[in-house]
């Protein structure tokens, strides 16, 4: 074995944990992948034989890439995007793959990776790193190019925005109970009952991007999203329940052709959240065999 098939080995090994921060800078899972495959471009074209810690050495690196691709996306956007829901991890009801486990690890669901859009470029990165993935601040500063107590600043900032994010329940048997009910309900058309499963002030997003037949939209309030739910059901489409971050959720399929994906946040006895992905652009990205099936 050579020095770059040693090379490639160790990589791979920390190819998950590059994979899950790219995810949580990013919100995109073909750009997490993108950003993966250029720090191992870099590596492979480095000199790392003095490198003593390389999982380390590539978290830094993935984090400047990832910290390029918030800055570009910045300066791409002409106005503020009110709709945007990031990539969820689709897997089937009691089966996560593998390499996707350390996507949903510390229970990253949708609703915090929405925050988290809201976020400066450093602010994000100096907290995906700190919080997230213990990365000492001495080690984040030199990256956002700002000295270690300012980057403990940015951090702590981006950890006052983020207190605004639901801490969802613990108890996966409790969110599918709501979920269920909420699915039951809405199927049935009883306005009443999806009223008790849904919190007064609960938040609905629906992210249909650019090309799709609906448009993107946020709705407020229990009557207005139960009132929602009530008119969606008579389009006759079949939803499937999936794990959507590791939380309950549902894919809706019009005939085999998958149309939105629906991540719930449960909290308090409540759900609070509904973030729903319906750009058939984005739908086409993700791996929903097992949910088709």
Not at 82 to 102: C, F, I, L, M, N
Not at 262 to 284: C, Q, S, W, Y
Request: glycine content about 6%; some cysteine; proline content about 6%.
């Amino acid at each position: 074995m050579d020095d770059q098939d040693r090379l490639a080995e160790r990589f791979e090994q920390h190819r998950p944990r590059l994979r899950a921060v790219s995810y949580r800078m990013l919100g995109s899972l073909s750009e997490a992948d993108d950003a993966v495959q250029e720090a191992w471009l870099r590596a492979s074209r480095a000199d790392t034989k003095g490198v003593d810690d390389l999982g380390a050495w590539l978290t830094t690196v993935v984090a400047r890439i990832c910290l390029n691709v918030l800055r570009s996306r910045a300066t791409r956007r002409e106005e503020p995007i009110d709709t945007y829901v990031p990539d969820p991890v689709v897997s089937a009801v009691g089966s996560v793959d593998p390499a996707d486990e350390a996507l949903i690890a510390d229970s990253v669901g949708l609703a915090l990776l929405i925050v988290l859009d809201t976020l400066a470029p450093p602010e994000r990165l100096a907290f995906v790193l700190h919080d997230v993935f213990d990365v000492p601040f001495d080690q984040i500063a030199p990256i956002i190019d700002r000295s270690e107590p300012a980057t403990r600043q940015l951090a702590s900032r981006a950890r006052r925005r983020l207190r605004s994010t639901p801490a969802p329940e613990t108890d996966v048997a409790e969110q599918w109970e709501l979920a269920d009910a909420f699915l039951a309900a809405a199927r049935d058309g009883d306005f009443d009952a999806l009223l008790t499963v849904l919190d007064p002030d609960v938040v609905l997003r629906a992210d249909a991007g650019t090309t799709g037949p609906d448009r993107s939209r946020t709705q407020r309030g229990a009557r207005a999203v139960a009132s929602g739910a009530v008119s969606f059901r008579t389009r006759g489409y079949e939803s499937r329940r999936a794990l959507v971050n590791g939380a309950p959720g549902v894919v809706t399929f019009a005939g085999d052709q998958p149309i939105s994906v629906l991540g719930f946040t449960v909290a308090h006895g409540k759900i609070v959240e509904m973030n729903i992905l319906a750009d058939p652009a984005r739908l086409r990205r993700l791996d929903l065999t097992e949910i088709a099936r």
